[in-house]
């Protein structure tokens, strides 16, 4: 049973930084993506940012240049720190994680990629 636990959530002002971490357990990351996905109620899902097991990334336009998605595969655990947030960075963030194979034309931040999901910390940034 792959179940993912994301921690490190919490209320900063603009400007602060935070750091997620998403603990797996029941799986052994193989050959796929691992994300970050927000969502605001009323709103769809957003992707924040993905990490291959190769180490390559990818990041939503709006996170560029302050996010950082990191990975520790001994650990079977999953990192988003956050800079510099602001008041729009308010979501509940969510882990995912693909263990099969899928569409390969998929972007790695599309949601459809992955089929395990965490049950979400809050991030709420004031101004």
């Known amino acids: 049973q792959v179940q993912l636990v994301e921690s490190g959530g919490g209320s900063v002002q603009s400007g602060g930084s935070l750091r997620l971490s998403c603990a797996a357990s029941?799986?052994?990351?193989?050959?796929?993506?691992k994300g970050w996905f927000r969502q605001v109620p009323g709103k769809e899902r957003e992707g924040v940012a993905a990490i291959h097991n190769d180490g390559r990334t990818s990041y939503g336009d709006s996170v560029k240049g302050r996010f950082t998605i990191s990975q520790d595969n001994a650990k079977n655990t999953l990192y988003l720190q956050m800079n510099n947030l602001k008041p729009e960075d308010t979501a509940m963030y969510y882990c995912a994680v693909q263990t099969m194979s899928t569409n390969p034309t998929l972007q790695a931040l599309s949601e459809l990629r992955y089929n395990y999901w965490g049950q979400g910390t809050q991030v709420t940034v004031s101004s």
């Open positions: 029941g799986y052994t990351y193989s050959n796929h993506w």
